[in-house]
Every structure is written in C-alpha cells, then in structure tokens.
C-alpha cells in the first residue's frame, strides 16, 4: 500500500509570518476580517467648545492705521521705482574682449557721420533729425553728397578722402572686431557713403580740349563777400536753398589726387566681401586718377594753387604732395597685387620722408602720411617679406616705425591700457623693439 503524500498544515505562527505585518495577531485579525466594526459610520467628536462665541473687533487708535497705510504706499511705490529702473536702465554691455565702453564709443563716432551726411539721405539714416540737403551742389547738381566739415556746411575733398581712407583701414585690421559689436555694416555704409561722393570729384579727360578736372571744395569759407557763408554762418544745411561755390583743381593738385586715389583704392578691400563689382570699380577709379597725377608735369599742393585750394588754405593746407604719391602707391599695391605701384613706393618714400616738416615728424594726421605709410610697409615687410629689390626701403621704414613705438612707450614708467584690459606695458617693450 502506497504511503499517502505527507500534508503540510502551516501553523498561526508560520501563517503570521507569512503576512505583511509584524504581529501574529494582527495578521490573523486582517487575513480573516475579524476588525470590530462599528455601528455608526460618522461618530463625532466630542468638543470642549460647546458654545460658538462672536468675537467684536474695533479701531481704538486712528493714528495707527493712518500710520499703517502710509508706510504700505511707501513700499509699493519703492518696489515700482525699483522695477522701472531695473527695465529703463541701459544694460551693461559685454566686453567682447575689451573695454566694456568701447562699443558704445564706436557706435557714437559713427554716428557723428551719419549726422554729416549731404544730399538725399537713406530712410535708414539712424540720425532721424536730419534731413535732405546740399541737392544743388556742384555743376548740374553733379556733387551732390558727401560729408559736412565739422560744425560748417562746407565739403573739403582732401579731409573726406583721409577720412574714407581711415576708415577703411579700420575695417581691413579690425573686420571681425566690427562685426562682433554689430557695426560692420554701418561702417561699411558710411564708407559707400563717401566713396560714391569721391567718384564725383574725378572727371577724366575725354579729349585733349578737355583736360581732367578735380573738385577740392563745396561751398564758401567767406572770402567773397558777394557769396553765401557756409563757415561763420551756423545754419542747419536743409536750410541751404542757394548755389554754393565749387572749387576746381587740374592735374597738378598732386596731393588731392593722391589722396582720393588712396581712399578709393583702401575702399575696394573694405566693400570687397559687401559687393565685388563696386570694388572693382573703385580699383579702377584709383588707378585712373594715380595714373593721371603721375603724369602731370607740375605737380603741386592743391593750396598752392588759389583757385583749387586757395579757401581751404587757412583751415586745411598741405604741406607737402610727395607722402600723398607713395601712400596712393601702398594702398593700389595691397588693392591690386601688382607690385610696380610697390617699387613705384619703395623708390620714392625716402624723397617723402625728406620733404617731411620737422614739426610734422611722427605725427600721423591729414597733413602728413609718411608715419602710417611706415607701418603699412613695416607690416607688409614682416608678414610677407617681398625681398629685393624692396628691402633697403623696408628697412627704412621698420626702423621708422621702432622710433616712433619708442616715442609712444615712454622710458619714463608704465604705459597703462584701457580700464577694461587692466594691462600695463613697461618701458622693457621698447627695449625689445631695439629702440
């Protein structure tokens, strides 16, 4: 007979263990639903609070609550003042690696030429105040445009062409500094700007009847008293409703047509990457008008010659035509590529350099192009070396450029920086320069 299969019978306590709970009993009253329960659903608590009481609030000091409201005004209208402040405020700038100032300078500068600004103004022009004017100057209103003289209504050709040339420059070093602050295409605006007016002042000769002609000023510095005066006179320019002077240079204002051939020619690389075709044609138009000024035989300074800069004398005369030559030769050699304007340059700077007045030495300003035109070729002689037979002339000027560092970096002490560079350069660099 078969044993029967062993059964297996669990205990309380083998059945409270396998309970979730800690206790024997309570597993077992849970299991089996042995929890007394009671005969009313909603038993209520009993409370020691047998009464509802009504509780009487009064004002008994006036001057308290009056006090109390005052101060709640106060401080709503301290938070709002704060808010407004907090949202009206200009916002601190980011650095963009250097002074955190210096965008904010940089914009207002420019805007000092949009303010500027002749002839028919773009709907864009960020100076709103200003308005169309100068629509009569020039012969047949072929000048119109341009820029405006500082505080007067006049137009100088040879200060807007440095000025041009300048600023293109700026744009050729510091192209991704200008783009990084958002003012790449408003300087490079401002350049168009003068550059088209620059292309008016060039007429070429289209026979041998009808020699070259180059425009050097707008308007009258009240030499004559039969004239309008656009110098003493502060008037707005929209008001300008007369025809203005003009004054009329041939080919040997060698200085002005230095100049513009200069400007133009740093305008191409500048508007190179805005529009290729403009550039070309701004190439083109340099070299028309060095190729015209290095043919004439009696070149001089546009204010040698009365008609041609004879007002422009007393507020911008030109010492000297020789620095124009050679600093119109740099920019055509980096514009073009072609290195007969360098050779043209390197033959001819240290003829410049003699020409150079002692009280102009090292400084850089419309007047005198010999020191820029040094670090120009400085730059040119360390960055791509072109060899012989340009190097004597390079030198010449890498040394300039050491002695003009030497005057800026004083032996004297510290050369401190910008507030935002927190730098400070010993008079051990000049050393280094070999002063």
Request: with cysteine; aromatic share 12%.
């Given at each position: 007979m078969e044993e029967s299969s062993p059964m297996f019978v669990h205990s309380i306590s083998e059945t409270g263990r396998l309970l979730p709970s800690a206790s024997r009993w309570n597993s077992i009253e849970i299991d089996f639903d042995l929890f007394p329960t009671s005969s009313r659903t909603n038993d209520p608590v009993p409370s020691k609070y047998s009464k509802s009481y009504t509780f009487k609030l009064g004002i008994t000091d006036m001057s308290q609550l009056k006090c109390f409201i005052y101060v709640s005004i106060a401080l709503v209208l301290i938070v709002v003042a704060l808010v407004l402040l907090m949202v009206l405020l200009p916002r601190k700038r980011g650095h963009h690696g250097s002074s955190s100032n210096l965008p904010v300078a940089l914009e207002y500068s420019l805007l000092f030429f949009d303010a500027q600004k002749s002839g028919v103004l773009p709907t864009n022009n960020p100076v709103k105040f200003r308005r169309n004017s100068g629509l009569k100057d020039g012969p047949d209103?072929?000048?119109?445009?341009?820029?405006?003289?500082?505080?007067?209504?006049?137009?100088?050709?040879?200060?807007?062409?440095?000025?041009?040339?300048?600023?293109?420059?700026?744009?050729?070093?510091?192209?991704?500094?200008?783009?990084?602050?958002d003012q790449l295409e408003h300087v490079q605006d401002i350049i168009r700007w003068g550059s088209d007016y620059l292309l008016k002042l060039y007429i070429p000769s289209n026979t041998t009847s009808k020699p070259a002609l180059l425009y050097s000023q707008v308007g009258s510095t009240n030499t004559d008293k039969n004239?309008?005066?656009?110098?003493?006179?502060?008037?707005?320019?929209?008001?300008?409703?007369?025809?203005?002077?003009v004054s009329i240079c041939g080919g040997s204002a060698a200085d002005l047509a230095g100049e513009v051939a200069a400007a133009l020619a740093a305008a191409s690389l500048a508007l190179a990457d805005q529009n290729e075709t403009y550039s070309q044609k701004l190439v083109e138009a340099s070299e028309s008008v060095f190729k015209l000024v290095r043919k004439s035989q009696n070149k001089e300074t546009y204010t040698a010659d009365d008609a041609c800069g004879g007002e422009?004398?007393?507020?911008?005369?030109?010492?000297?035509?020789?620095?124009?030559?050679?600093?119109?030769?740099?920019?055509?050699?980096?514009?073009?590529?072609?290195?007969?304007?360098?050779?043209?340059?390197?033959?001819?700077?240290?003829?410049?350099?003699?020409?150079?007045?002692?009280?102009?030495?090292?400084?850089?300003?419309?007047?005198?192009?010999?020191?820029?035109?040094?670090?120009?070729?400085?730059?040119?002689?360390?960055?791509?070396?072109?060899?012989?037979?340009?190097?004597?002339?390079?030198?010449?000027?890498?040394?300039?450029?050491?002695?003009?560092?030497?005057?800026?970096?004083?032996?004297?002490?510290?050369?401190?920086?910008?507030?935002?560079?927190?730098s400070k350069i010993h008079h051990e660099v000049c050393l280094n320069i070999s002063c």
């Amino acid at each position: 007979m078969e044993e029967s299969s062993p059964m297996f019978v669990h205990s309380i306590s083998e059945t409270g263990r396998l309970l979730p709970s800690a206790s024997r009993w309570n597993s077992i009253e849970i299991d089996f639903d042995l929890f007394p329960t009671s005969s009313r659903t909603n038993d209520p608590v009993p409370s020691k609070y047998s009464k509802s009481y009504t509780f009487k609030l009064g004002i008994t000091d006036m001057s308290q609550l009056k006090c109390f409201i005052y101060v709640s005004i106060a401080l709503v209208l301290i938070v709002v003042a704060l808010v407004l402040l907090m949202v009206l405020l200009p916002r601190k700038r980011g650095h963009h690696g250097s002074s955190s100032n210096l965008p904010v300078a940089l914009e207002y500068s420019l805007l000092f030429f949009d303010a500027q600004k002749s002839g028919v103004l773009p709907t864009n022009n960020p100076v709103k105040f200003r308005r169309n004017s100068g629509l009569k100057d020039g012969p047949d209103a072929s000048l119109v445009g341009g820029f405006y003289d500082s505080g007067n209504n006049i137009k100088f050709s040879f200060p807007t062409a440095y000025t041009i040339t300048l600023l293109s420059w700026s744009v050729i070093e510091y192209h991704k500094k200008y783009s990084s602050i958002d003012q790449l295409e408003h300087v490079q605006d401002i350049i168009r700007w003068g550059s088209d007016y620059l292309l008016k002042l060039y007429i070429p000769s289209n026979t041998t009847s009808k020699p070259a002609l180059l425009y050097s000023q707008v308007g009258s510095t009240n030499t004559d008293k039969n004239l309008q005066d656009d110098m003493t006179c502060w008037q707005r320019p929209e008001d300008m409703t007369y025809d203005r002077r003009v004054s009329i240079c041939g080919g040997s204002a060698a200085d002005l047509a230095g100049e513009v051939a200069a400007a133009l020619a740093a305008a191409s690389l500048a508007l190179a990457d805005q529009n290729e075709t403009y550039s070309q044609k701004l190439v083109e138009a340099s070299e028309s008008v060095f190729k015209l000024v290095r043919k004439s035989q009696n070149k001089e300074t546009y204010t040698a010659d009365d008609a041609c800069g004879g007002e422009a004398r007393g507020f911008y005369t030109s010492s000297s035509y020789k620095d124009e030559l050679v600093w119109a030769g740099t920019w055509l050699f980096f514009a073009t590529g072609n290195y007969a304007y360098l050779r043209y340059t390197t033959d001819n700077f240290e003829l410049a350099v003699k020409e150079e007045m002692d009280s102009n030495s090292g400084i850089f300003y419309w007047d005198n192009k010999i020191p820029a035109n040094a670090v120009l070729l400085t730059r040119l002689r360390y960055l791509h070396d072109p060899g012989y037979p340009y190097e004597a002339a390079l030198t010449v000027c890498s040394d300039m450029v050491n002695i003009l560092m030497c005057s800026y970096l004083s032996y004297s002490g510290s050369f401190n920086m910008t507030p935002g560079t927190k730098s400070k350069i010993h008079h051990e660099v000049c050393l280094n320069i070999s002063c």
